[in-house]
């Protein structure tokens, strides 16, 4: 029988030989078989039952990616407790932002507990009660029976914030065994497969990949942290190398930094030719850097179709749609200034636009007029709408907020359909209008990455020039501790105009780890703005 629900999923996996590897900076240091995962859950989730949770009950987890983890999110599912992954803390910096965030969280779901390391919580002062995954799981093992009803809410996932505060996306059992069927008949996954991911498993493509897609699948699973990928990005091949992966998913600055932290020498003795879908999102897809990465390591056997754009968002659970399987990633050059006008018309030489792929099964991807909603014709710029069996609920307590009359999800981003294949533009948020015309900020980030300045450490936004009743061009951007501020700021103005023919007409340099980002490493242009706005005042005292 076809498992309706993750628990019951985990009990079918239980029975298979598959497992997971946990992956650190020296290799393999354990690996937790799926039926002792299983039965540590059952034991977790008699704890919480024990501790008066009643089925519907949220619960924020704070717990790094461990075996504590895995056991702590699969025995909430069990008994029916909601959990809300969110990360846990990293050192001492910004301790009481940390916990602003956290207690932000708790309320906007109303959790009264969390389940975490009493040490590591140590003088946050949540208001929560905490409950420790070693002391639950000591507990004996749960007598419920299994879930079985699809439509019951299994997390809660919360959104990234790059663009507003985090919301809290609603997921049912059968939108995640919805979302991961479909990527798997996307991707050519089967039970012979192996996954491998260093993503958090508080991230949408993180615990898809991390936590739904082995327990539905029977995949065995390496698993490495954020931390252990980028102090040494080469883990992340070597995994592949040692242990036959075939899949993973990244975001796309992942690929860039590993290109970065590799340079041009020569790479390890490894066997990449068993890696099959490298899926790449999350952020814009960068044509040049998906070039780049794939000729770096063809000579280990990485294949040219392995590297997969996909796209999606938390409230289609994940993924919407994927370049086709064993094909070469397909890009689109089209007139910047017909684009900026809303139409697509192909040009040679023109802005380079990566292709997302084609819907995947059971999802229907249609572009409309953000303004009325109104469809628009293939070859038309508009807002991206879904309608997939893997789509979100509704946010935690916010009803059916970002549904269109029909029951389709209005995803907020921009993009084109062509030949039957997506390309996303960027944010309705982040569109930047000047002198009447659209412009991504993802094309002016890329431009203005000149030497010296940091990969993906660049802002750019629109704002609001009362002289000329239309909007300025400002740019932030991390530079390099040793870069020549003079050389760097005119080497930015020409790049940006010289490939975009945008002048910038505010740029600020700023240092190392300036730039706010969301917890998955995505840039937060809302608070860009803010500190833009506080260096400007401060240069003005």
């Known amino acids: 029988m076809t498992p309706a629900t993750l628990p019951q999923a985990l009990a079918r996996t239980a029975e298979t030989d598959r497992g997971v590897s946990f992956w650190g900076k020296t290799g393999t240091s354990l690996r937790l078989g799926f039926a002792d995962l299983r039965e540590r859950a059952e034991r977790l ?101 299994l879930p079985s009803d699809p439509r019951a809410t299994a997390i809660l996932q919360f959104t990234s914030g790059s663009t507003a505060t985090p919301k809290a996306v609603t997921l049912s059992h059968g939108a995640l065994l919805a979302n991961c069927a479909q990527i798997a008949a996307g991707a050519r996954i089967d039970t012979g497969d ?56 990244a975001p796309s600055f992942a690929y860039r930094y590993l290109l970065g932290r590799t340079g041009r020498g020569p790479l390890p003795e490894l066997d990449l030719s068993s890696w099959k879908v490298a899926c790449v999102g999350a952020e814009p897809i960068h044509g040049p850097t998906l070039r780049a990465f794939a000729a770096r390591l063809a000579p280990l056997g990485f294949g040219a179709s392995t590297l997969t754009p996909c796209y999606g968002l938390a409230e289609a659970t994940l993924a919407l749609s994927m370049k086709p399987f064993d094909a070469v990633p397909q890009s689109l050059h089209v007139d910047r200034g017909a ?56 946010y935690w307590g916010r009803g059916r907020e970002g549904f269109s009359d029909d029951g389709r999800l209005r995803t907020g981003d921009l993009g084109f359909l062509h030949e039957g294949e997506l390309y996303v533009t960027g944010r309705i948020k982040d569109t930047i209008i000047l002198r009447g015309e659209n412009h991504a ?74 730039l706010p980002v969301t917890t998955s490493g995505k840039l937060q242009r809302g608070l860009a703005r803010k500190l833009f706005e506080q260096l400007r005042a401060a240069s003005a005292d």
Request: some cysteine; hydrophobic content about 45%; glycine content about 10%.
């Open 45 to 145: 989730a008699g704890g919480l039952v024990a501790a008066g949770l009643e089925p519907g009950a949220r619960t924020l987890v704070l717990l790094p990616t461990s075996p504590e983890l895995l056991a702590t999110l699969f025995g909430c599912l069990r008994v029916g407790v909601i959990p809300a992954a969110a990360p846990p803390p990293q050192g001492e910096a910004g301790v009481a932002a940390y916990g602003r965030r956290l207690r932000a969280m708790a309320a906007e779901v109303g959790a009264e507990t969390v389940i975490g390391q009493a040490d590591v919580l140590a003088g946050l002062e949540l208001g929560l009660r905490l409950l420790d995954p070693t002391q639950l799981e000591a507990s004996s093992p749960t007598a419920a029976e």
């Open 194 to 249: 192996v996954m491998v991911s260093w993503l958090p498993l508080f991230h949408d493509m993180g615990f898809l990949a991390a936590v739904t897609a082995p327990a539905a699948l029977g995949l065995e699973l390496v698993l490495s942290t954020p931390r252990v990928f980028l102090r040494d990005p080469l883990s992340w091949l070597r995994a592949f190398s040692e242990h036959r992966g075939t899949h993973c998913g």
């Open 339 to 394: 684009l900026a006008q809303g139409e697509v018309r192909l040009a040679e030489g023109g802005i380079e636009l990566p292709s997302s792929g084609p819907a995947l099964p059971e999802v229907e991807l249609t572009i409309h007029d953000p303004a009325d909603g109104s469809p628009l014709p293939e070859g038309r710029v508009g807002e991206v709408w879904a309608r997939s069996p893997s789509l979100f609920s509704g």
């Open 441 to 514: 900020p993802a094309e002016i980030e890329w431009a203005a990455e000149v030497e010296g300045v940091r990969s993906g450490r660049v802002v750019a936004f629109g704002r609001a020039n009362p002289k000329t009743a239309t909007e300025d061009l400002v740019v932030l951007a991390e530079v390099e501790r040793d870069a020549d501020a003079e050389a760097v700021t005119l080497a930015v103005r020409h790049a940006v105009f010289d490939r975009t023919g945008l002048a910038v007409n505010d740029l600020e340099l700023v240092p190392r780890g300036t």
